[in-house]
């Protein structure tokens, strides 16, 4: 692996030691309002000072939480923390993502990693996408299911009449809250589904770990499929939503 990708480990290696430790009572402080548009916590800010720390000398960052930090043609998107309020709750679905674009503009590294479990999806430069664990040195070709049996709908709240729709094509799905992490595990359920505004912070990484899916990305929505028939009567649905407003 790259020097740039072993540094992205070992952030997430230093993070998730701190994690196991126990969750400090300064984490779940509120600041301010962050890049992204979100109020940054403390865990939040924590983790992006770590990975500025171990990726700061090869560009300039982009953050989540922070905006731009540093300088140079390379360009580095960070989420520090992917899934913040479930991490804030203890709900063991939130991580990391990472995605590198060279200075030619092409996003040639994604690295995204569930702190809840360890899992870690890599995509290095020129090569295939593989999935670890942290602490491992052992890497495989990412998991899947050949009969996955539910989707991923994120906000799914925000949009009751698509849900419903879903429930009468018998599209079952679950809503878990982080995006990077949920798009890491493309290959594994049904599909994935995005509708709401669009962050560079949320996709970058994790669209480049869906190279060989059915993958639709449109101003308002991201749908991903291993079933491009899945994909295409998703839209559909939502088409069909907004032609009736």
């Not at 982009?62 to 731009?68: A, L, N």
């Not at 493309?186 to 869906?210: M, Q, S």
């Not at 559909?236 to 907004?242: Q, R, V």
Request: include cysteine.
């Amino acid at each position: 692996m790259t020097v740039f990708t072993q540094a992205c480990i070992k952030a997430n290696e230093e993070i998730s030691a701190a994690i196991n430790k126990g969750f400090e009572s300064s984490w779940f402080e509120k600041t301010e309002v962050g890049a992204g548009g979100d109020v940054s916590s403390r865990l939040d800010l924590f983790a992006e000072a770590v990975f500025v720390k171990h990726l700061s000398s090869f560009g300039q960052i982009e953050s989540e939480e922070s905006g731009i930090i540093g300088e140079g043609e390379v360009k580095i998107i960070i989420d520090p923390i992917d899934g913040s309020s479930n991490a804030l709750s203890l709900f063991p679905f939130y991580g990391t993502s990472v995605a590198k674009v060279n200075a030619d503009g092409i996003l040639d590294v994604a690295v995204v990693c569930n702190l809840g479990n360890g899992d870690l999806f890599v995509k290095d430069e020129n090569a295939e996408i593989l999935q670890g664990k942290l602490f491992s040195s052992s890497y495989h070709a990412p998991h899947s299911s050949p009969r996955s049996e539910i989707g991923l709908f994120e906000k799914a709240y925000a949009h009751p009449e698509l849900v419903a729709l879903l429930d009468v094509e018998g599209l079952k799905f679950r809503t878990p809250g982080a995006v990077a992490l949920s798009l890491a595990y493309a290959k594994t359920v049904n599909f994935v589904l995005f509708v709401g505004a669009f962050r560079i912070y949320d996709f970058a990484a994790g669209l480049a770990l869906c190279e060989g899916l059915e993958v639709i990305v449109e101003a308002d929505y991201v749908i991903v499929s291993k079933d491009k028939a899945v994909a295409q009567k998703i839209e559909a649905l939502i088409k069909g939503i907004y032609n009736n407003r």
